[in-house]
């Protein structure tokens, strides 16, 4: 099972939909409905923290899931979930030198992790006026990718099973969306041409917050 944290944004939505394209079973829950002894209780594979319209200080339990358990859960944060990956480890976050969203960028980045069969450069969108700040990136971080404006698209933890994407993956604008999410899931290189985006739909939500889909 797929744990996404959901910072109350609509595009966990789709997040959830390329996990469960991709074979895997996604459980959405939100980050003020549930505690790291919760998730610890749920034992999943992998977590993925959302976008959301906050920062990492107004993100629930977001930033504290990187803290407590990055080390041992493999974890993928997005836009958002970037960002509180930075804040975990003492980088600030900062306003963009220009806010995107919607837009789209070249992404260059070092051909490491979730990038390796990723050509570079690549296309992505972009929704955010935060940004990690280039100059408090701490030493438990590595910069992996990069915009063409200078802003750091891409981190991962120098030890721990740890990657942050500023840009949407899960975006219909940004090229190998689906290979960067299976790599992450380790699912291999070996995708299908095209995965049907809409072949899933969300269903209604639970009292506690968690979403459920199906086709």
């Known amino acids: 099972m797929i744990l996404l944290i959901d910072n109350y944004d609509s595009f966990v939505y789709n997040l959830a939909r390329y996990v469960r394209e991709l074979g895997e079973t996604p459980l959405v829950r939100r980050h003020d409905t549930v505690s790291c002894a919760d998730i610890s209780a749920l034992a999943p594979t ?11 200080d107004e993100a629930g339990i977001s930033t ?22 930075g804040a975990a480890y003492g980088a600030d976050i900062v306003r963009a030198k220009r806010p995107m969203h919607g837009k ?3 992404i260059t980045h ?16 972009r929704y955010h ?5 280039p100059s408090s990136v701490p030493r438990e971080l590595e910069v992996i990718a990069t915009a063409e404006d200078g802003e750091i698209m891409a981190v991962r933890h120098c030890s721990h099973p740890i990657v942050g994407l500023q840009f949407h993956p899960e975006s219909v604008l940004t090229e190998h969306g689906y290979r ?9 290189a070996d995708l299908p041409l095209q995965i049907g985006a809409d072949t ?4 209604a939500r639970d009292g506690d917050g968690t979403q459920r889909f199906g086709v």
């Open 46 to 56: 992998h977590i993925i923290i959302s976008p959301g319209p906050c920062t990492p």
């Open 64 to 85: 504290e899931v990187v803290r407590q358990l990055g080390a041992d859960i493999p974890l993928l944060g997005v836009c958002l979930g970037h960002q509180c990956i």
């Open 104 to 106: 789209t960028s070249r």
């Open 110 to 125: 070092a051909g490491t992790g979730i990038f390796a069969e990723v050509p570079s450069p690549f296309f992505a969108t």
């Open 129 to 133: 006026s935060l940004v990690i700040d």
């Open 180 to 188: 960067l999410i299976a790599a992450f899931l380790g699912l291999g």
């Open 200 to 203: 899933y739909r969300p269903l």
